[in-house]
């Protein structure tokens, strides 16, 4: 703590010194957003150094860290004090601030809700060069309830004070068959309903094949899956009915191979594993090939050489459970990207939510996750699959989330994500405007 309280004043300290500009950002090494950005001349502000675990008290639940304390350094804090963060999003790499700021999901999700829901307070840098603690019901409540979805325009998380969970050393995980969406998600409610599980989630792999993947921690296991190296975690929903992991290994099943998407890189090939070897079987090494990928442009001539058409569809969208099968219908119909992740969400209690990502209350809601590209031989106009599908979520009384490319108009955009709030909130602490603009930067990419 007194370490962080020296990074905060050497922080103020250099804001004050630092000439006046109009607009400041972040300086990062990795990003886990998924829309490309115009080059910005802005200064930078890097806080990577903020990267601390703080604090564990697994007595309390709660754990206190800076804000680009990964997950990966965060869980591994925890777990040796038996415990782990009330929600662990997917991606190791993903910052503890990033995940407040941004929208961070996992299993925990249909009892604990979004990371956000988790949080108790919030330490932040402001647009107008204030650090400002925030809590619910303090005098910086409008800011902490606007923070979660602004994606850093309302300011940066130095700290964060989270709700932890205990553990127990394995994950018990059953893999339920369903097929067809009705019934899958009326269990679904059933376990949302219950305490009968510690983790849900679930992937369609067609219409008629869908498993549910309910996990139950336990304190001892016939024996302890290993899915970063040879095995193919998505694989064995299909191949057993049920699977022991350890605590750890179950918290990042997804990451080594990004869930399914290492077979964009070709790394679910034997030989190809064995090439990259276990420790870059992760979504860093993947992103970094991607990212590649886009600066040379070697998909796009492969494409061009096939004449083919491709439009990036890389969403995650949280739908009502009443309508979840109706949208997944859609997905089948209309996009066609398989698999797709399932993964209910808890909705917080009537004004407790984040005030610009606004789910139903009173019910729960499913995330769907799907990334991938979608081919045409015909020119399409730009984001054509993409409009499709906002069209339809909203449709359905659902909402997206924004780490990857948007295709909204303004009404749209604002009609859906907190306008009044935002506005109010940005007035407050950036009066001057020196962070971006919401709509500027998730849907003009600015």
């Given at each position: 703590?007194?370490?962080?309280?020296?990074?905060?004043?050497?922080?103020?300290?250099?804001?004050?010194?630092?000439?006046t500009e109009?607009?400041v950002?972040?300086?990062?090494?990795?990003?886990?957003?998924?829309?490309e950005?115009?080059?910005?001349?802005?200064?930078?502000?890097?806080l990577s150094h903020?990267?601390?675990?703080l604090?564990?008290?697994a007595?309390?639940?709660?754990?206190?860290?800076?804000?680009?304390?990964?997950?990966?350094?965060?869980?591994?804090?925890?777990?040796a004090?038996g415990?782990?963060?009330?929600?662990?999003?997917?991606l190791?790499?993903?910052?503890l601030?990033?995940?407040?700021?941004?929208?961070?999901?996992?299993?925990?999700?249909?009892r604990?809700?979004?990371?956000?829901?988790?949080?108790l307070?919030?330490?932040?840098?402001?647009?107008?060069?204030?650090?400002l603690a925030?809590?619910a019901?303090?005098?910086?409540?409008d800011?902490f309830?606007?923070?979660?979805?602004?994606?850093?325009?309302?300011?940066?998380?130095?700290?964060?004070?989270?709700?932890t969970?205990p553990v127990?050393?394995f994950?018990?995980?059953e893999?339920?068959?369903?097929g067809?969406?009705?019934?899958?998600f009326?269990?679904v409610?059933r376990?949302c309903?219950?305490a009968?599980?510690?983790?849900?989630d679930?992937v369609?792999?067609a219409?008629?094949e869908?498993?549910l993947?309910?996990?139950?921690?336990?304190?001892?296991?016939?024996?302890?899956s290993d899915?970063?190296y040879?095995?193919?975690?998505?694989?064995?929903?299909?191949?057993?009915?049920?699977d022991?992991?350890?605590?750890?290994?179950y918290?990042w099943?997804?990451d080594?191979?990004?869930f399914?998407?290492?077979?964009?890189?070709g790394?679910?090939?034997?030989?190809?594993?064995?090439?990259?070897?276990?420790?870059r079987?992760?979504s860093?090494?993947?992103?970094?090939?991607?990212?590649?990928n886009a600066?040379?442009g070697?998909g796009?001539?492969w494409n061009?050489l096939?004449?083919v058409?491709?439009?990036?569809?890389?969403?995650?969208?949280d739908i009502p459970?009443?309508r979840a099968?109706?949208?997944l219908?859609?997905?089948h119909?209309?996009?066609?990207?398989?698999?797709?992740?399932?993964c209910?969400?808890?909705?917080?209690?009537?004004g407790?939510?984040?005030?610009?990502?606004?789910?139903?209350?009173?019910?729960?809601?499913?995330?769907f996750?799907?990334w991938?590209?979608?081919?045409?031989?015909?020119?399409?106009?730009?984001?054509t699959?993409n409009?499709r599908?906002?069209?339809?979520?909203?449709?359905?009384?659902?909402?997206?989330?924004?780490?990857?490319?948007?295709y909204?108009t303004?009404e749209e955009?604002?009609?859906?994500?907190?306008?009044?709030a935002?506005?109010?909130?940005?007035?407050?602490?950036?009066?001057?405007?020196r962070?971006?603009?919401l709509?500027?930067?998730?849907v003009?990419?600015?």
């Amino acid at each position: 703590m007194n370490a962080y309280a020296k990074k905060k004043d050497l922080l103020l300290a250099g804001l004050r010194a630092a000439p006046t500009e109009r607009t400041v950002g972040l300086t990062k090494q990795t990003s886990n957003l998924f829309r490309e950005r115009a080059p910005r001349a802005a200064p930078r502000i890097d806080l990577s150094h903020f990267n601390a675990v703080l604090r564990v008290d697994a007595a309390a639940g709660t754990v206190e860290a800076e804000g680009m304390t990964t997950y990966v350094d965060l869980v591994d804090a925890t777990l040796a004090r038996g415990a782990m963060p009330a929600v662990v999003p997917q991606l190791k790499s993903i910052t503890l601030g990033g995940a407040v700021a941004g929208v961070g999901i996992e299993a925990t999700s249909f009892r604990q809700g979004l990371v956000h829901d988790t949080v108790l307070a919030l330490d932040v840098l402001t647009g107008d060069g204030r650090i400002l603690a925030c809590t619910a019901d303090n005098e910086h409540r409008d800011l902490f309830r606007a923070f979660p979805n602004a994606y850093g325009t309302l300011g940066y998380a130095l700290k964060v004070t989270a709700r932890t969970i205990p553990v127990k050393r394995f994950v018990h995980v059953e893999h339920r068959r369903f097929g067809d969406a009705v019934r899958c998600f009326a269990e679904v409610a059933r376990l949302c309903a219950t305490a009968d599980a510690d983790f849900l989630d679930g992937v369609a792999f067609a219409p008629e094949e869908m498993y549910l993947c309910v996990g139950r921690f336990v304190d001892a296991a016939p024996h302890a899956s290993d899915y970063t190296y040879e095995k193919i975690y998505y694989r064995s929903l299909r191949e057993r009915a049920d699977d022991y992991l350890a605590a750890r290994d179950y918290l990042w099943r997804w990451d080594t191979d990004w869930f399914w998407c290492s077979k964009n890189v070709g790394a679910q090939h034997p030989l190809v594993r064995r090439l990259l070897g276990r420790k870059r079987l992760n979504s860093i090494t993947y992103q970094k090939i991607m990212r590649w990928n886009a600066r040379v442009g070697l998909g796009v001539l492969w494409n061009r050489l096939r004449g083919v058409h491709a439009e990036s569809v890389i969403q995650d969208v949280d739908i009502p459970i009443g309508r979840a099968a109706e949208f997944l219908a859609f997905l089948h119909r209309e996009v066609g990207i398989l698999p797709v992740w399932i993964c209910p969400i808890r909705a917080p209690a009537p004004g407790a939510g984040a005030a610009l990502y606004p789910l139903p209350a009173g019910t729960v809601s499913i995330n769907f996750g799907f990334w991938d590209v979608v081919n045409s031989r015909a020119p399409q106009a730009p984001g054509t699959c993409n409009r499709r599908i906002e069209r339809e979520v909203r449709a359905l009384g659902g909402i997206k989330s924004l780490y990857s490319d948007s295709y909204f108009t303004p009404e749209e955009f604002w009609a859906i994500y907190g306008r009044d709030a935002y506005l109010a909130v940005k007035r407050k602490y950036d009066p001057e405007g020196r962070l971006p603009d919401l709509y500027a930067k998730c849907v003009l990419r600015q």
